[in-house]
């Protein structure tokens, strides 16, 4: 019986430490849209969710990205820890303008904060806001700004 509690408590152990170094790829997923160029995001909506984020990807599609969203507007600091590819961060009002984004390198545990209160944050690979000129000021559209 000893064992078999002993092989139980490894199972669980050994599930959950590699859940943690996993890839979070099953998340909901919604369409947003910044002018003319469509935007396939994960939903990170749980305090779980957003804790692991994009760590762990070794890749991502080139119009893909993950839409963090927060119960309430606060200032929002993200950093890269366990995350192995560029991202930018843009920053999002309830309404979908962009507050600011910030270049973030792999692995970093620098800290990219929000320069005002916001519920959204949206991650992309690094470049893809400035390739399509999309800077602070700009509008997403979407289902969670059209509220």
Same mark, same amino acid.
């Given at each position: 019986m000893k064992r078999l509690i002993a092989c139980?408590? +490894?199972? +669980?152990?050994?599930s959950t430490a590699w859940s943690?170094?996993?890839a979070q790829l099953q998340l909901p997923r919604v369409q947003?849209?910044?002018?003319?160029?469509?935007?396939?995001?994960?939903?990170?909506?749980?305090?779980e969710q957003r804790a692991i984020g994009l760590?762990?990807?070794q890749e991502m599609p080139a119009n893909e990205g993950m839409l963090f969203v927060f119960e309430q507007a606060a200032g929002q600091c993200f950093w890269m820890k366990n995350t192995l590819l560029p991202l930018t961060?843009? +920053?999002?009002a309830?309404?979908?303008?962009?507050?600011?984004?910030?270049?973030m390198q792999p692995k970093?545990?620098?800290s990219h904060c929000s320069a005002k209160p916001v519920r959204y944050v949206l991650e992309m690979h690094q470049g893809w806001f400035a &390739?399509?000129?999309?800077?602070?000021?700009?509008?997403?559209?979407?289902?969670? +700004?059209? &509220?």
């Amino acid at each position: 019986m000893k064992r078999l509690i002993a092989c139980l408590l +490894f199972a +669980f152990l050994s599930s959950t430490a590699w859940s943690q170094e996993a890839a979070q790829l099953q998340l909901p997923r919604v369409q947003l849209s910044a002018g003319m160029h469509l935007i396939h995001a994960q939903v990170a909506a749980t305090p779980e969710q957003r804790a692991i984020g994009l760590m762990h990807r070794q890749e991502m599609p080139a119009n893909e990205g993950m839409l963090f969203v927060f119960e309430q507007a606060a200032g929002q600091c993200f950093w890269m820890k366990n995350t192995l590819l560029p991202l930018t961060a843009a +920053f999002v009002a309830d309404d979908g303008t962009i507050v600011n984004l910030a270049d973030m390198q792999p692995k970093s545990l620098d800290s990219h904060c929000s320069a005002k209160p916001v519920r959204y944050v949206l991650e992309m690979h690094q470049g893809w806001f400035a &390739k399509r000129n999309l800077k602070a000021g700009s509008r997403l559209s979407g289902p969670p +700004f059209s &509220k």
